[in-house]
């Protein structure tokens, strides 16, 4: 019964740092970025539509653009996860005082954070451009 103490306490303690605050950030982040695509992703969807359950109308999209949209997603998905493995990684190799490692995963974490941003931001100026 003991551990279920000390695993409390260690989550507390952990919910004191400042990085775990930064990644659960980032999480949410990504998160939001996500659910606002899909947003607009399901009011293509032509059964949604013909059912009249979604909030707006979008043009309904051909093949290449959905697999345009659904590769997009897939890249958002695994940059996002580089970018929180970058941050990590740069928390790492602080504690362990190796500032070069530390500066190429900072370099490493911006280039992936912002590729992330690039294509959820991509697809939202297309939905937006295209739905209303």
């Given at each position: ?7 409390i ?6 919910l ?82 190796n ?34």
């Amino acid at each position: 019964m003991k551990w279920i103490i000390d695993d409390i306490k260690r989550g507390w303690a952990q919910l004191q740092r400042w990085q775990t605050w930064l990644t659960m950030l980032l999480i949410a982040g990504f998160a939001a970025l996500a659910y606002l695509i899909a947003g607009y992703a399901f009011r293509t969807d032509s059964i949604l539509s013909f059912l009249h359950l979604t909030s707006g109308y979008c043009p309904t999209m051909g093949n290449g653009l959905i697999i345009a949209m659904f590769t997009g997603m897939i890249f958002f998905m695994l940059t996002a996860l580089l970018t929180l493995g970058e941050v990590q990684r740069h928390f790492h190799a602080k504690q362990r005082h190796n500032h070069r490692e530390a500066a190429k995963a900072t370099k490493w974490g911006f280039l992936w954070g912002g590729s992330a941003i690039t294509i959820a931001g991509a697809a939202l100026v297309f939905f937006k451009a295209n739905c209303y």
